[in-house]
C-alpha cells in the first residue's frame, strides 16, 4: 500500500446470504441516498447549523490555537478537566502519536509537558494528579460547552480551590486556561471576572465530533503532536470524500451503508477491533462518536470496543460461535515503527518456537489480524478490514475525519439526527435536580420516584 493512501477498506466478507442477506446490489441501491446525505451534511455545514461544522474544522484557523499551546509546551505539567468529548478526544489523540508511558519518560528526553487527564468524578484519581504534579510549572485546561456538565465543573472546582490556596489568586489565574462557549454557560462569565486565558469552543460543533478543534489541538499541539499534518490528512479525506461519485470510489459511503444495512438486518453491534496498541484509544473515542450520535428512537448499533491481539483470547469464542449479531472492522497498520525481530533461541525447549525465529512483531500481529478476519468469515460472520499504510498525525487525521463522516452519514440513512443527545441531557437534568440545583426540582423528584420503584426489590449476600 502506498503511503500517499490515506486508507484502504477490504469489504468483500462483509455481505451475507440467507434470510438476513446483504448484498452488494443493497449497497449500491443506497447510492441517490449517498449523494443527497452527502449534500445535507455540506449544506447544513456551511450554513453554520449546531452540530455540522466538524466537517470544515479542517480549513478552519488554528493560529490563536498555536499561540496558546507554545506557552503550554513551556510547562512542566498539563492537568485537562472535561468528560465525553471533551477528554476522550485528546486521549485518542496522545495514545496514537505520543510513545507509550509519555510520563514516565525522563523530561530531558521526552520534548513535552507531562499530561493528565481528569475526566471522570472519583476523588482518588483527582488527589492523586494533585500530588503528582508541581502546581507551580503547571496548567489547568478546562474544557466544557457549558460549564455546568456535574463532573467537570466538580474536578475544576477541586483543582480551582488547591491552585488558588497553594499560589494565590493572581498566580492561579495565570496558570488556568478555560475552553467555553463564546458567550454561553458559566465558564464565559469567569473568564471576564478572573481575566484568565481561555479559547472559544466552535457553536456548531458538537462535543464528541470536535477533537480536530481547539478541544484537542491544544494539548496535542502543547505535546509535540504535528497537528498541521493532523488536519492536512483529515482534509485530505474531505476531499477525496466530496469527489466520489460511485459507491465503488468511496470507502466512507460504503462503511455507512454497510453499517445501516447489517442494522436493518438485526445486527445490532458494531465491533471495532484494531491491531495496534497505540489505536486502543480511537475504540474509545468510535465508541461515543457512534453510539451518541445514532442510538435514537429506537434505532442504533451498540459500539463494542476490542483490541487485536489480546481480545483473541477474551472475545473472539464469542464472535465466531455466538449470536450473528455484529458487524466486524478489523483495523491494521500496515508499517509500524521500530519493530522487533524474534530472535532464535539456543535452548531446546523452544524448538517448537522455531516458526517465530527471524520473524517480526508487526508481521505476527497483522497475521493474526487476518487469522481473525479469516475466522470470523469461515463463521458466516460480516467483517470488513480497514488498513493503514503507516500510523502517523497525516493518517490519524484522515481517519478521524472518515469515522465522523461515516457517523454522520449512517445518521442520514436512518432518519435520525446524529448531532444531539437527547439522552444524555435525560441523565444530566437528573443529575442537577439530585445535587439540588435550582431549576431542576422537578427533575429531583422524577428521579426519585423511579428510584423508589428500582429499589422495591432488592437482595443481598
Known amino acids: 500500500m502506498n503511503e500517499k493512501t490515506l486508507l484502504s477498506l477490504a469489504y468483500g466478507a462483509a ?12 449497497l449500491e441501491g443506497l447510492l441517490p441516498k449517498f449523494k443527497s446525505g452527502d449534500a445535507w451534511l455540506r449544506q447544513n455545514a456551511a450554513a453554520g447549523k449546531e452540530g455540522f461544522g466538524w466537517i470544515n474544522l479542517p480549513k478552519r484557523n488554528t493560529d490563536e490555537i498555536q499561540t496558546l499551546a507554545r506557552w503550554l509546551a513551556t510547562r512542566e505539567s498539563i492537568v485537562q478537566v472535561g468528560i465525553g468529548g471533551s477528554a476522550l478526544g485528546n486521549l485518542m489523540l496522545h495514545g496514537a502519536l505520543l510513545p507509550p508511558y509519555w510520563n514516565e519518560i525522563p523530561n530531558a528526553e521526552r520534548g513535552g509537558p507531562r499530561f493528565f487527564m481528569s475526566d471522570n468524578v472519583d476523588p482518588i484519581d483527582s488527589r492523586a494528579i494533585w500530588e503528582l504534579i508541581n502546581p ?3 496548567a489547568v485546561i478546562v474544557v466544557s460547552k457549558s460549564g455546568s456538565t456535574a463532573e467537570t465543573a466538580a474536578n475544576f472546582l477541586f483543582f480551582w480551590e488547591k491552585l488558588r490556596d497553594r499560589l494565590g489568586d493572581a498566580a492561579a489565574r495565570e496558570r488556568v486556561v478555560v475552553v467555553t462557549d463564546k458567550d454561553k454557560g458559566i465558564l464565559r462569565p469567569f473568564v471576564d471576572e478572573i481575566g484568565c486565558k481561555s479559547l472559544i469552543l466552535p457553536e456548531d460543533v458538537g462535543g464528541r465530533f470536535s477533537v480536530l478543534s481547539c478541544v484537542g489541538l491544544l494539548s496535542g499541539w502543547a505535546l509535540g503532536i504535528d497537528c498541521k499534518a493532523l488536519m492536512s490528512g483529515a482534509a485530505a479525506m474531505d476531499e477525496a470524500v466530496a469527489k466520489a461519485e460511485s459507491v465503488l470510489e468511496n470507502p466512507a459511503w460504503i462503511m455507512a451503508g454497510l453499517s445501516f444495512l447489517h442494522m436493518n438486518k438485526n445486527r445490532n453491534m458494531n465491533v471495532l477491533m484494531p491491531y495496534s496498541d497505540p489505536l486502543e484509544r480511537f475504540g474509545e473515542w468510535f465508541a461515543q462518536l457512534w453510539g451518541e450520535s445514532v442510538g435514537k428512537n429506537g434505532q442504533g448499533s451498540t459500539p463494542v470496543r476490542a483490541l487485536g491481539a489480546i481480545d483473541q483470547h477474551s472475545q473472539i469464542q464469542l464472535y465466531t460461535s455466538g449470536p450473528d449479531d455484529k458487524l466486524y472492522t478489523i483495523v491494521t497498520v500496515a508499517h509500524g515503527q521500530k519493530d522487533i525481530a524474534l530472535p532464535a533461541a539456543q535452548e531446546k525447549a523452544f524448538e517448537k518456537l522455531s516458526y517465530l525465529y527471524g520473524k517480526s512483531m508487526d508481521e505476527l500481529r497483522n497475521f493474526e489480524a487476518s487469522a481473525t478476519a479469516a475466522a470470523l468469515s469461515k463463521a458466516g460472520r460480516p467483517v470488513v478490514g480497514l488498513s493503514l499504510p503507516v500510523l502517523d498525525a497525516y493518517h490519524l487525521g484522515g481517519l478521524i475525519q472518515f469515522y465522523e463522516y461515516v457517523t454522520g452519514m449512517t445518521g442520514y440513512l436512518m432518519e ?8 444524555v441531557e435525560q441523565g444530566k437534568d437528573y443529575t442537577y435536580g439530585l445535587m439540588g440545583r435550582s431549576g431542576f426540582e422537578a427533575q429531583a423528584k422524577e428521579v426519585q420516584a423511579l428510584a423508589a420503584r428500582i429499589n422495591e426489590r432488592t437482595a443481598a449476600i
Request: net charge negative; aromatic share 14%; proline share 9%.
Open 416 to 423: 435520525v439526527n446524529p448531532f444531539d443527545q437527547p439522552g
Open 136 to 138: 507551580e510549572n503547571t
Open 15 to 26: 455481505f451475507t446470504d440467507g434470510e438476513r442477506a446483504v448484498t452488494f446490489a443493497n
